[in-house]
């Protein structure tokens, strides 16, 4: 089994990657062109400023500029700048325009999915009513209560929490049933297999919301756009969408479609209007540029393009299974979101030489630099490899490109040596520890209790309002120790690296997307 096959939009957070750190990569890992002296407007535009593009094995991340628009969002856009309109005008005649072609009622452009949800929860909350849209996040006599499925919950879900509301989980239709009162706003659910089946689908939970009059919402970002869409044939009132993923709008862009009057409210929550999605921006251009990639998804031939990926990966699989050792296997999705076909790469890092995580690495540092899926295997306990190759958002000829640095790394794997752990004894760091954290801005104070049985740590983190399990290891003075912390639809994770004696203890912490940070700790006497 895969354990990247459900990795999704909900998990990327939740993992630590090369990806997920400092804006992009911890600073050791960064790969950078020399900048010139200006910026130059042609195909080294990135390189001219130092930055070096990816090929995109991993599918539709924001983290990665999700994917590359088509050339008819391009030009709609390039069309679109040359002029000025009237902002309510122009949503006016694109909302019936997208209504007709996705068979909805009703369509609008927003900034993004997350753009999406605020402007749905703002709707719900106030409505256009001015007097109540002026006084968000003032909640105080409004509808304040958002009901999310405990399924649904994710790391997304502070798009709608950002109006201030109170989010209710719930795991059961009972739960939902006494979950509902005057104060409820609306109901959000992420699209995900979860939502597909079971009590709480989308289907049944829309059941009840609709007897009791309470809206829903579903984010679909990822999703392949299904006309109409499965979602508001399930009962859904609205459902959002990425425009910069599967669509290939502009990255910035959102769709989000439903009831009418529902989406009129949200247009009027948000810009150009001076309420609370003011700052959540979207501009003349993506507006034309989602419309444009809206009229090409009815006109794209979506089982050619299935075809095509099945082809990248079958000239990949030939050229990796060269290598003695090295094995295959295809991955079909699971549901709609990156729907396309995956390539599973196996091999046994004790006879290749290498491991995944060290061909993930490598080719992400290459050049060309590649992204990949996924990987497993870690020197010198987790010998069985793999990576992964998602080819939804590759471009024509990337897949030569990916093939050749794969086959390249496999065949001739650079000598790598087991990380170093030192034999002498252990230090002893045992008891509870006051932690220091120096973040880029800011500082706080934390709180370690662990036990210690020989090289093997465990315990727990304290943070100023947070706790989570901590376990990991020490050799010599070298300790290594993780934690995890949930908050909300996501958790916080930290990565303790440092040196240690009987009493104390620095290095640097890891605290995955949000960069990097350095930690001093005194054990309390």
Not at 59 to 77: C, N
Not at 176 to 192: C, Q, V
Not at 443 to 463: C, D, F, P, R, V
Not at 494 to 515: C, D, H, I, P, Q
Request: net charge neutral; proline share 5%; aromatic share 6%.
């Amino acid at each position: 089994m895969n354990p990247f096959r459900n990795i999704t939009r909900r998990t990327l957070f939740r993992t630590t990657s090369l990806l997920a750190a400092g804006g992009f990569l911890p600073s050791q890992h960064r790969a950078a062109a020399p900048a010139t002296k200006e910026l130059q407007l042609g195909p080294t535009l990135y390189e001219s400023i130092g930055v070096t593009p990816l090929v995109n094995c991993k599918g539709t991340f924001t983290i990665i500029t999700g994917s590359q628009t088509l050339p008819e969002v391009k030009r709609a856009m390039d069309e679109a700048s040359r002029h000025y309109v009237h902002m309510d005008e122009l949503m006016n005649a694109v909302s019936p325009r997208l209504a007709e072609l996705t068979k909805s009622e009703w369509g609008i452009v927003t900034a993004g999915c997350a753009a999406a949800l605020t402007h749905a929860t703002a709707a719900c909350i106030a409505g256009a009513d001015p007097e109540k849209m002026q006084r968000l996040p003032n909640l105080d006599g409004l509808k304040n209560e958002v009901i999310i499925p405990r399924h649904s919950r994710n790391v997304y879900d502070h798009a709608v929490r950002m109006l201030g509301v109170k989010i209710v989980e719930v795991d059961s239709t009972a739960e939902l049933e006494s979950a509902i009162n005057p104060k409820t706003a609306m109901i959000m659910i992420m699209s995900s297999p979860h939502s597909a089946a079971g009590p709480l689908s989308t289907e049944n939970i829309a059941k009840v919301a609709r007897r009791k009059q309470v809206p829903i919402i579903v984010d679909a970002a990822a999703e392949f756009l299904t006309i109409p869409s499965i979602h508001l044939q399930q009962g859904a009132d609205m459902v959002a969408y990425s425009g910069g993923k599967c669509l290939r709008g502009p990255q910035s862009a959102g769709l989000l479609l439903g009831q009418k009057d529902l989406l009129q409210a949200a247009w009027i929550n948000s810009a150009p209007h001076h309420a609370f999605g003011r700052s959540l921006k979207v501009g003349k251009e993506e507006i034309m540029g989602m419309l444009a990639a809206v009229e090409m998804w009815v006109k794209r031939d979506h089982k050619a393009e299935w075809g095509q990926w099945e082809s990248w990966l079958t000239y990949i699989d030939t050229s990796v299974t060269k290598v003695a050792g090295v094995s295959t296997q295809l991955l079909l999705p699971e549901d709609l979101s990156n729907r396309a076909p995956e390539l599973l790469i196996k091999w046994d890092a004790a006879s290749i030489g290498i491991t995944g995580k060290e061909v993930e690495e490598i080719l992400l540092k290459g050049r060309p630099r590649i992204v990949l899926a996924g990987s497993t295997g870690v020197r010198p306990d987790q010998m069985a490899s793999s990576v992964t190759i998602m080819p939804y958002m590759m471009m024509p000829d990337d897949y030569k490109i990916a093939a050749q640095a794969l086959y390249s790394v496999l065949s001739k794997p650079p000598k790598i040596d087991a990380p170093h752990r030192s034999t002498g004894e252990p230090a002893s760091v045992a008891g509870e520890w006051t932690v220091h954290i120096e973040y880029t801005r800011g500082a706080s104070t934390h709180k370690l209790t662990i036990a210690q049985s020989q090289n093997t740590l465990i315990g727990t983190h304290t943070g100023e309002t947070l706790s989570g399990p901590l376990h990991g290891a020490i050799y010599g003075t070298e300790a290594h120790f993780t934690s995890s912390h949930k908050i909300e639809g996501t958790s916080i994770n930290y990565t303790f690296r440092g040196t240690a004696t009987t009493n104390k203890m620095s290095g640097t912490v890891s605290l995955g997307e949000y960069g990097q940070a350095t930690w001093t700790a005194t054990k309390k006497s």
